[in-house]
């Protein structure tokens, strides 16, 4: 894996998490790169020998459709509660993942926030 592949997905998970209202990006205790609204965690990225993951909050029923396509996997240590992670992302997966990384955002922000963004998002 490149640097600058590495880069631009960091950027393009930057991009999508920071323009969501109120989110902050820290580093953990662990050096991952994580995404918080009022102190809950909705994003979570890192690297390994593999390449660059991202790992994003979801309910049960989404984890499990994820779950059966090809890129997505249960996030080890925090899988069980809903979580799944990508490795690597594709160009052509960053559409499907803003949809997911905002549904994360809003599992995660507390109902004030949910409010604010469907007045923001009204169709």
């Known amino acids: 894996m ?15 998490c920071l323009a969501l209202p109120e989110a902050v990006e820290i580093i953990d205790g662990f050096g991952h790169k994580t995404f918080k609204i009022s102190g809950k965690s909705f994003v979570i990225s890192g690297e390994n020998e593999n390449g660059f993951n991202l790992s994003f909050k979801s309910d049960r029923e989404t984890q499990e459709l994820l779950l059966q396509k090809e890129n997505f996997y249960k996030t080890p240590y925090i899988g069980q509660h809903g979580w799944v992670s990508i490795q690597n992302p594709a160009e052509n997966d960053w559409d499907e993942l803003t949809d997911l990384i905002q549904e994360a955002y809003l599992r995660a922000a507390p109902k004030r926030m949910i409010k604010v963004w469907n007045e923001l998002h009204k169709k």
């Open 2 to 16: 490149k640097a600058q592949d590495t880069a631009g997905m960091l950027k393009n998970m930057r991009d999508i």
